[in-house]
């Protein structure tokens, strides 16, 4: 089924864009011949193979009888809980959920009940008690900001930024939206929803109540809903932070839209009343059925996989692996109904309930057994095609470590110190022209193709060649990773994924190079140890699922009111801004390489030998 909005007219869907991850390694020419992959090492099964893993429902329950409402995680180990004993309460965890403190209230208090989280990051959050707005801005203490408009009741609401936000309110004849510019003191109405429908072949004016809000961008946001009584749908777009709106979608075809979310400002999802789900591909112009249905409200942990659990007595979770394109419902035997959930990343999940109750989604080995475990369904590995690669450069590693060793054990001459290698001295200056190509801060125009130092070449040339393709294939397949698997729990968080992983790519790739150039078996093992250690630091990203990335500068300014100025506003701390100049070492940091290498030409066989980087 395809509904469109444009002149509320059914009109085909423009074809929904699948972008595939680049797998494979491409073959590179060094020094007149082409490095191919000798031959690939044995790589541990990736997360998802089904006959090593599966997922599971692990059982975490708060210790006392109180009913838990929401949840949310920042991350795999910060996340808040909102809930009600004979008054409402926030607990708060920093170890994911084995020990939890109090925030707000107190579960045996009479203050009002929590409810309503909404984070930009780990530190900056609302929360609605009592009608009343309440904020924090540290992660650890809240304090009331004040109420939403006058005759306006909350329908919903999002914060773009630490100051700037929106929030649909209102009641079953009508929805007006409202913005802030203080953090959510003050609120300006700044639309009031109301299109014309074709009802029995005659024009109507009718006033719609908006359900849900969403901004997949700072400037870009939808407000969806439609009738409270008569079945029927509409929506509306902003794309100038929501100082203006315009209804993009109204009709009859289509029951009243109750949530939403898009994974960016043209790909999302919406839910009917009838449990239904939509696609568009094309900013929400036009939208196509989804196969299946989804329960309650759709939370994406990136664009492909996405959870929605019943808030309801009968425990339910459906999910998606495609971004939306189909949904799978299962009935889960958890003890109690289901008061809340949060997804802060596609292989975990947290659902919290009644009595105490919550459990956590999690993959782990096939053999694994616990307590109260329940069975759930295994979605995709997470990053499997690059840590494959990364994989393959520890093996790779390995091997040239074990040449390096032998040549050692040989007395090589190369053995002694020489001067500091200007690759080694520059490993973690790297630039980029743009995202799709790499740069060495020299003034070789391809870098991975310069060529390997006789040392080098002489000890170690195949297993160069197998590295080399290793680090190039990984190169390729960054961008395109994290375009597609940004993280969307804190969506404006996400956004920097991508320059932190190529920034990551970067330094993989200057600490290839320093390898590749080292000009004696010392200099060799010193670039080993910094190219394992970029390894072993781009694999743990990819693990924790770059949830480590910070919504501020830590100055207090805010990214995220900057991303719509210029790309390099949006970079990760401590990312290099495109084009940027590499900072250049100075006599004193030359003068700590040349001593760190000579120190440690005494101990270089012990190094080769006993300490692997790997």
């Not at 809240?142 to 630490?162: M, R």
């Not at 790909?267 to 568009?280: A, E, L, M, N, S």
């Not at 781009?538 to 699922?545: A, E, I, K, M, R």
């Amino acid at each position: 089924m395809q509904i469109t909005g444009q002149k509320y007219l059914i009109r085909p869907l423009c074809a929904v864009v699948v972008i595939a991850i680049l797998l494979g390694s491409t073959a590179r020419r060094s020094a007149g011949q082409t490095a191919t992959r000798l031959h690939k090492p044995p790589v541990p099964v990736a997360v998802g193979a089904e006959h090593k893993y599966k997922a599971i429902w692990e059982p975490m329950n708060y210790p006392e009888d109180v009913q838990l409402e929401e949840v949310f995680f920042a991350n795999d180990q910060v996340g808040w809980i909102a809930g009600k004993g004979s008054g409402g309460f926030i607990l708060h965890t920093t170890d994911g959920g084995k020990n939890w403190q109090v925030q707000v209230g107190d579960p045996h208090s009479n203050d009002a009940n929590v409810s309503s989280f909404r984070f930009l990051d780990a530190v900056h959050g609302w929360a609605v008690q009592g009608g009343q707005l309440i904020r924090t801005t540290n992660g650890k203490n809240w304090q009331t900001i004040g109420p939403f408009a006058a005759n306006a009741p909350l329908e919903d609401y999002q914060f773009t930024s630490v100051q700037d936000g929106i929030y649909a309110g209102g009641d079953y004849s009508g929805s007006t939206l409202f913005t802030t510019h203080d953090g959510g003191r003050s609120w300006k109405p700044v639309f009031q929803c109301a299109t014309t429908l074709q009802f029995s072949g005659l024009s109507r004016n009718v006033s719609c109540v908006l359900r849900a809000v969403y901004f997949p961008s700072p400037r870009v946001g939808y407000a969806v809903g439609g009738s409270a009584l008569d079945p029927w749908a509409t929506i509306a777009k902003t794309t100038d932070g929501g100082a203006t709106w315009k209804i993009i979608f109204a009709s009859t075809d289509m029951d009243t839209i109750s949530t939403v979310f898009f994974t960016d400002e043209n790909h999302g999802v919406i839910r009917v009343h009838d449990r239904r789900v939509y696609i568009t591909a094309d900013g929400g112009q036009s939208w196509q059925g989804a196969t299946g249905a989804a329960e309650a409200s759709m939370r994406f942990a990136d664009p492909s996989v996405g959870w929605s659990c019943a808030i309801q007595a009968h425990p339910s979770c459906s999910y998606t692996v495609d971004g939306g394109n189909s949904w799978t419902t299962r009935d889960v035997n958890f003890p109690a109904g289901i008061g809340g959930y949060s997804v802060p990343r596609r292989d975990q999940v947290y659902v919290v309930g009644d009595h105490g109750m919550m459990y956590r989604y999690r993959i782990v080995p096939a053999s694994y057994t616990a307590q109260g475990i329940l069975d759930a369904p295994l979605v995709p590995a997470y990053g499997a095609a690059l840590n494959d690669e990364l994989d393959h450069m520890r093996a790779f590693g390995q091997e040239i470590q074990a040449k390096l060793a032998a040549a050692s054990d040989q007395g090589d001459p190369d053995l002694q110190p020489r001067s500091p290698h200007p690759h080694l001295m520059n490993a973690a200056f790297v630039r980029y022209e743009d995202p799709q190509s790499f740069t060495q801060d020299t003034s070789s125009p391809a870098a991975l193709n310069a060529p390997a130092s006789p040392v080098m070449q002489n000890c170690c040339g195949a297993e160069l060649n197998n590295l080399q393709s290793s680090v190039g294939s990984f190169s390729q397949q960054v961008p395109t990773f994290s375009g597609e698997f940004k993280n969307l729990n804190l969506l404006f968080v996400g956004m920097n994924m991508l320059n932190d992983l190529l920034s990551k790519a970067h330094s993989i790739q200057a600490a290839f190079l320093a390898l590749k150039q080292a000009p004696d078996l010392q200099s060799a093992s010193l670039a080993l140890q910094n190219f394992s250690g970029q390894v072993s630091g781009t694999s743990q990203t990819l693990v924790s699922g770059f949830q480590n990335l910070t919504l501020s500068d830590g100055a207090g300014t805010g990214v995220i009111a900057n991303m719509a100025g210029s790309p390099a506003s949006s970079a990760a701390p401590g990312a290099a801004s495109p084009g940027a100049n590499p900072p250049a070492t100075t006599p004193a940091q030359n003068s700590i390489i040349s001593n760190t290498v000579n120190s440690a030409a005494q101990k270089a066989k012990q190094k080769l030998k006993g300490l692997s980087p790997f």
